[in-house]
């Protein structure tokens, strides 16, 4: 079975759709952040640079009087929810493993815990724990970090260069084992 790369994620049109709201730019900044620390700490970094991209995906656009209003969205969020369904959809669609496409939803519904009523430090799997942290690394206040900007020919060159790490990574994995 073909691995199903970022690039193929990326130019997928229910991804363009969702990370034009949540910031193509965080987006493939957090994928960057989760392989690096997928490889430090022994997880799988074509899941975690997946997740990464993903995460946002299910975020929506809170505004009030034609002004975003950070707080209405922070009270209403359920982002996290509505992006691992749209995460698992999407997936399966492009063929994805269907295994993978659940540990990259799951991953993308626990890389938050603004929706509950509980913290997730001590409950995530290594995979979501990455997440998590790739995501907090790159956060703004007031959500700042969604408005970044990047045009889609610097993140299809960054996504590639994510997908080449990613397949050397796989290769030598499989030479050692």
Known sequence: MKRVTLVDVFKHRI??????????????????????MAVKKGVDPDLATKSALLHDMGHYEWYRDGKWDYD?????DIHAIKGAERAHKLLIRLGEDRLVAKEVSVAVLLHTDSY??????????????????????????????????MDRSE??????ALDLKIEKFLEDDDELA
């Open 15 to 36: 991804t363009q759709k969702y990370l034009q709201r949540s910031g193509i730019n965080h987006a493939v900044t957090v994928a960057g952040y989760a392989f690096d």
């Open 72 to 76: 209405e969205y922070r009270k209403s």
């Open 116 to 149: 509950l009523p509980f913290g997730l430090d001590q409950k995530r799997t290594p995979l979501q724990h990455v997440v998590a942290k790739a995501d907090e690394k790159d956060e703004q206040p007031m959500g700042l970090h969604h408005y970044k900007q």
């Open 155 to 160: 993140a299809l060159k960054r996504l590639h």
